[in-house]
């Protein structure tokens, strides 16, 4: 059974740093991407960051320049530092993973920016 559990998230200042990390267990055949989303109250869930196992990435416009993904696909773990952080990145982060078979989701972890 695969299981994917977020970290790192909590309450900070606008401006300040913060760094996510996702790790999945269990067995995942052929992993494509793995990434975040959020889902802000009111809002549907959207795309923030992917980075697939050859290493590109694609990010959100509103987020470009101030957040990094990183992965290791291997240890099946995945990161998204955030910079520069604004209220609006207010949200429940999700982490996800896709396989060629399947598509996995985390819990979420919360992230509130106060300006």
């Known amino acids: 059974q695969v299981q994917l559990v977020e970290s790192g998230g909590g309450l900070g200042q606008a401006g300040e740093s913060l760094r996510l990390s996702c790790a999945a267990s269990g067995t995942i055949f052929r992993i494509v991407s793995m990434g975040w989303y959020r889902q802000a109250p009111g809002n549907q869930r959207e795309l923030v960051a992917t980075?697939?196992?050859?290493?590109?990435?694609n990010y959100a416009d509103s987020v470009k320049g101030r957040f990094a993904i990183s992965a290791n696909t291997a240890r099946k773990m995945v990161y998204l530092q955030m910079n520069s952080r604004q209220p609006d990145d207010t949200a429940l982060y999700y982490c996800?993973?896709?396989?060629?078979?399947?598509?996995?989701w985390g819990q979420g972890t919360q992230v509130t920016v106060t300006s």
């Open positions: 996800n993973v896709k396989s060629l078979y399947s598509a996995y």
């Open positions: 980075i697939t196992r050859d290493g590109n990435t």
